[in-house]
């Protein structure tokens, strides 16, 4: 069974930070590109942030310079600091490979994705 636990979202004051964790099996972790998305009330999920095994970066135009994207591959997890918060990045957050991991469910080839952490931002 595939696992990808986020954490760490919470309600903050825009300007606030918060740091989420993503723990993820061993198998799905190691040597895989891995990448945070998120998903905007009312909009599609989109690619935020992710990150090579060699530590290379890439970030949406929107949250560069404020959202930083980091591995742990002993522990595999995968982590997203995120200052300078604003409204608009609330939105409940998902890890996952990239791209995303497909699991068969009902005869179908889908996209797996875990419960996500939920990120409100205030004004």
């Known amino acids: 069974q595939v696992q990808l636990v986020e954490s760490g979202g919470d309600l903050t004051q825009a300007g606030g930070s918060l740091r989420l964790s993503c723990a993820a099996d061993?198998?799905?972790?190691?040597?895989?590109?891995m990448a945070w998305y998120r998903q905007k009330p009312g909009k599609q999920r989109e690619l935020v942030a992710s990150i090579k095994k060699d530590d290379i970066t890439e970030y949406l135009d929107s949250v560069e310079g404020r959202f930083t994207i980091t591995r742990d591959n002993v522990r595999h997890t995968l982590y997203l600091q995120m200052d300078g918060l604003v409204p608009e990045d609330t939105g409940v957050y998902y890890c996952n490979r990239k791209p995303p991991i497909k699991v068969i469910r009902d005869d179908r080839t889908q996209d797996y994705w875990g419960q996500g952490t939920q990120v409100t931002v205030s004004s």
């Open positions: 061993t198998i799905l972790f190691n040597g895989a590109t």
